[in-house]
Each structure stands twice: as C-alpha cells, then as structure tokens.
C-alpha cells in the first residue's frame, strides 16, 4: 500500500471500526489506542455540549449515538467549538427516524446547541447605537444582538430524566433564549403578548414601543388596549434590566 492508501485506510478505520478495516501490518494494539483516543475525545465534548440529550440517552445509547454521528456524518470544520453545529447538522438532516431515539430529539438538540451558541458569541452590542435610558415606549426599542426566539412543539425546557413526554401537548412552546450581560445563558417563557412583541422589535423598521403595542392590541382584538399598553411598558423594562432589551435606538 503507498503511503496515502495507509492514511486513508487509517483514518477510514478510526471514523468507522466496525464498517471499514484497519491498514494492513498495524497492529491491533496500536489502533486500539488512536480509535480509542479520537472516540474520547468527541463523546466527551459533546457530552458537555448535550448534557441533558446524554442523560436522556444513558451511556450505552449516547455513545452508540455518537458512534453514529463519528461514522456517518463529513465535519465541515476542524474546530472543537462548532463540532456541536454539526452534531446538529446530523441529527437534522442525516440521521432520520430511529426507533431508539426520542420524538423530541431534534427539538431537544437544537435548543441545547442554542444555548451553547449563545455562550461562544463573541460579539458586544455597539454602545452608540442605543441609548441605555431611553424611553420604551416612545423610543425605538432595540434588542441585544444575544437574544433568541423560539418556538417548539415540546417544552424542550423542561425535558430531561423524570420528563420526557412522547406526543406534543397542544399548545406550542414559544421561549426566549439570552445572554445577560454577567454572561450567563437564560430562558423565559413567553405569552402571547410578548411573543408577539418580541417578534415586532426584530423585523425591519423603526416604530416606538407604543405603537408596536397598539399594533398588537389590535391584532389580539383585545377589549382594552390601554391595558395591553400598561402591561407591554412594564414588560420592555423587564426586559430591559434582564439584558435582553439595551435601551432605544439613537437616531443617526
């Protein structure tokens, strides 16, 4: 064999020990430590990646899992920090429906990989953009670069050891994932209104906070939109000393 066949050999080896054979003349002995090694080393960091996805799964199923994953899916990167993405990536688009895997499996990684997205974000909101003081309702209210919204059809928040539900109730899930400024990972739950809110200060455009309340007033078709009013300020300043809401845009 030349030199390339052994290294393709090699590596085809370690990716998948049970599907492809080692090189020839390499001692089983040698192998062992490299498959060993490699294998490790994946499981354990998305172990810490996933830890509620391996719990679930116990040991025998995680490892079987990543297994999979090492033999089956072609990393695009060679960076440790986005191996998660693409543990992801497998899941979504290669794995497909397998008996032992939880209904809620891709729900479940996607929202554990979020929160790891979340940690790993380098970027900082630009201080003059906003105005941290600025007034909510009568200002453009601007979010932090470090928030998520999400919808699921489990309460994947809630899933773990002691809950792990095997339909979707009726009601969707709907969250909001964010980095406060001491840099820790939080969740909220969302109601209709500030699902509805959240989503209005995301898109395009530049309207105050009022008026994205009394959009949503109208929209609900809620009988006192005043209320809707009172309740929507009070929200914007919750989410503003959570992190999640950095003041009001500055006008360029």
């Known amino acids: 064999m030349s030199r390339e066949e052994i290294q393709r050999a090699f590596t085809a080896h370690i990716r998948d020990p049970q599907g492809q054979p080692p090189p020839k003349d390499v001692e089983d002995r040698r192998m062992k430590i490299y498959r060993d090694l490699f294998f490790s080393n994946v499981q354990s960091l998305l172990a810490g990646n996933f830890?509620?996805?391996?719990?679930?799964?116990?040991?025998?199923?995680?490892?079987?899992?990543?297994?999979?994953?090492?033999?089956?899916?072609?990393?695009?990167?060679?960076?440790?920090?986005?191996?998660?993405?693409?543990?992801?990536?497998?899941?979504?688009?290669?794995?497909?429906?397998?008996?032992?895997?939880?209904?809620?499996?891709?729900?479940?990684?996607?929202?554990?990989?979020?929160?790891?997205?979340?940690?790993?974000?380098?970027?900082?909101?630009?201080?003059?953009?906003?105005?941290?003081?600025?007034?909510?309702?009568?200002?453009?209210?601007?979010?932090?670069?470090?928030?998520?919204?999400?919808?699921?059809?489990?309460?994947?928040?809630?899933?773990?050891?002691?809950?792990?539900?095997?339909?979707?109730?009726?009601?969707?899930?709907?969250?909001?994932?964010?980095?406060?400024?001491?840099?820790?990972?939080?969740?909220?739950?969302?109601?209709?209104?500030?699902?509805?809110?959240?989503?209005r200060i995301m898109e395009p455009g530049s309207e105050t906070g009022r008026c994205l309340l009394q959009e949503i007033a109208a929209a609900l078709d809620h009988p006192e939109p005043g209320r809707v009013i009172a309740t929507g300020a009070a929200l914007l300043e919750d989410l503003r000393n959570r992190g999640v809401v950095l003041g009001t845009r500055r006008s360029s």
């Open 51 to 199: 830890p509620v996805l391996r719990k679930i799964c116990g040991e025998s199923g995680w490892k079987r899992m990543v297994r999979d994953f090492y033999a089956e899916h072609r990393c695009q990167t060679p960076l440790f920090p986005k191996i998660a993405r693409e543990f992801l990536r497998y899941i979504q688009d290669e794995r497909g429906n397998r008996e032992s895997d939880p209904p809620f499996l891709l729900e479940l990684a996607h929202y554990e990989w979020v929160e790891l997205s979340l940690e790993l974000d380098e970027r900082e909101p630009d201080d003059e953009a906003f105005d941290p003081e600025g007034d909510l309702l009568d200002g453009v209210p601007l979010l932090s670069p470090l928030v998520r919204v999400l919808s699921y059809r489990y309460p994947v928040h809630r899933i773990g050891p002691d809950f792990q539900p095997a339909e979707p109730p009726e009601q969707a899930t709907h969250l909001l994932v964010y980095r406060n400024p001491a840099y820790d990972v939080k969740f909220v739950q969302l109601n209709d209104v500030s699902r509805h809110l959240l989503a």
